[in-house]
């Protein structure tokens, strides 16, 4: 089994950043790639970013590119997602998942999930 656990989220003005961190613990860990989704009220879970966990390659939707960047520590098997010039738009609930094996990097189907940390951006 593998247990993720987010943190870093929280409230900050238009413009501002907030780093938020994934670790993920367990007696094995097995990844294709993680990635980060969020879920805003009202609204379904969307992709946002993930990494290779091999290579490192990294995948980005179209409305977050240029502001957010992920990145991973293999030997701390840790995910982070540097997040700059935050919008409005990005409130939401920002979950942590693991991809075990080859799939589709943004279909939200992963296997292992986060509780997720919230997100608040005010205008």
């Known amino acids: 089994q593998v247990q993720l656990v987010e943190s870093g989220g929280g409230l900050v003005q238009a413009g501002g950043s907030l780093r938020l961190s994934c670790a993920a613990s367990?007696?094995?860990?097995?990844?294709?790639?993680m990635g980060w989704f969020r879920q805003a009220p009202g609204k379904e879970r969307e992709f946002v970013a993930a990494?290779?966990?091999?290579?490192?390659?990294?995948y980005y939707a179209e409305n977050v590119k240029g502001r957010f960047t992920i990145s991973r520590d293999n030997v701390k098997n840790t995910v982070t997602l540097q997040m700059n010039s935050l919008k409005p738009e990005d409130t939401a609930a920002y979950f942590c998942?693991?991809?075990?094996?080859?799939?589709?990097?943004?279909?939200?189907?992963?296997?292992?999930w986060g509780q997720g940390t919230q997100v608040t951006v005010s205008s």
């Open positions: 367990g007696r094995s860990f097995t990844s294709y790639a």
């Open positions: 998942a693991n991809a075990r094996y080859n799939r589709r990097i943004n279909s939200g189907d992963y296997d292992d």
């Open positions: 990494v290779r966990w091999s290579g490192g390659n990294t």
